[in-house]
């Protein structure tokens, strides 16, 4: 891509304080044979369950198993998928929608997407479609009116696929219209932020290598992770150090930068964009405060990884400390 010159619900307290006694009972257990356990320590597989069940329903939210290092680095998650095309209009130039087939659940979180300048979606964001959508999200991925839109119009473009998506779509009824977030490459990073700095009420936003000429972050307030990459030569690493810098300290934040993988570091199958992406995803959008683990205190999985800056402890917006 070449870059023109021009410039909810609340999460209860008592889903932290199970999850932490559940931890703190099992490491009791893996440092004590259970035979000299006093009985009022002894974890029972009923007990563990029972926390993990209080946890899931004070958090009506809450989609899957429990999350490891592996399962989050996975190229699938644990919910099949479909996917339908969305036809130009609506205030954008179509595109494609990915969701889990499982309607037991309730509504799930969703996304819009849209790719950087002069891309397309089926070359540039469509790897990620299905890949998101198994771990229990919808996503949206568009096409832009103009190959050359700038950031400005691609948050205006994300935003009336958002519209869509939990209004007009097929899917609308699969859709938690109060869990939305947006995410965008390079021009449409910028696309992202601009979105999120004019709609507030989203949960999250996600600008991956942004390039944002018409804006910066000194408004922002939705919780925003942008990754880059350290060999990136487009949206350079001072670039988004300025960039980040410029977001206000009480906005919740992260700041990931990846060894390698240039600018085009989003355009392909790349695990590790998702296994930082999904976590945050999880946090903001599902209010499940069981991912933290995987960037606080620090980043659990550090590979391909050159610098990572977080701001602990991560709160979904209308939660409690975890």
């Not at 009420?201 to 390039?211: G, I, Q, R, V």
């Not at 205190?297 to 709160?315: E, F, G, H, N, W």
């Amino acid at each position: 891509m070449r870059i023109p010159l021009r410039s909810s619900r609340t999460v209860g307290l008592r889903a932290a304080l199970a999850a932490a006694v559940t931890g703190l009972l099992a490491t009791l257990v893996s440092i004590q044979p259970t035979a000299a356990q006093p009985a009022s320590l002894q974890v029972r597989p009923a007990a563990a369950a029972a926390a993990a069940a209080a946890a899931a329903a004070d958090n009506p939210y809450q989609r899957g198993p429990d999350p490891t290092v592996s399962s989050v680095a996975a190229q699938r998650g644990t919910f099949d998928t479909a996917e339908m095309n969305v036809s130009p209009g609506n205030g954008f130039n179509g595109g494609k929608i990915y969701y889990p087939k499982d309607t037991s659940q309730g509504t799930w979180g969703a996304v819009a997407a849209v790719p950087g300048y002069t891309a397309k979606w089926a070359a540039e964001g469509a790897w990620m479609g299905h890949w998101l959508a198994s771990f229990g999200f919808v996503v949206i991925g568009i096409d832009t009116n103009s190959p050359t839109d700038f950031d400005t119009a691609r948050g205006t473009q994300l935003l009336a696929a958002l519209d869509y998506l939990t209004r007009k779509s097929p899917v609308r009824d699969r859709v938690d219209p109060g869990r939305l977030g947006v995410l965008g490459h390079s021009m449409g990073g910028g696309g992202a932020i601009s979105a999120a700095v004019r709609r507030p009420s989203l949960k999250t936003a996600l600008p991956l290598a942004p390039f944002s000429p018409s804006q910066n972050l000194s408004s922002l307030r939705v919780p925003t992770m942008i990754m880059g990459a350290r060999d990136d030569g487009t949206v350079t690493p001072s670039y988004l150090d300025g960039l980040y810098g410029g977001m206000p300290a009480g906005t919740q934040s992260a700041f990931i930068e990846l060894t390698g993988g240039g600018h085009g570091f989003p355009t392909w199958g790349n695990s590790n964009v998702t296994r930082r992406t999904i976590p945050w995803l999880k946090i903001f959008l599902d209010n499940d405060t069981r991912y933290t683990q995987f960037l606080c205190p620090s980043l659990a999985d550090r590979s391909q990884i050159s610098r990572a800056k977080t701001k602990c402890p991560y709160v979904p917006l209308g939660g409690t400390t975890p």
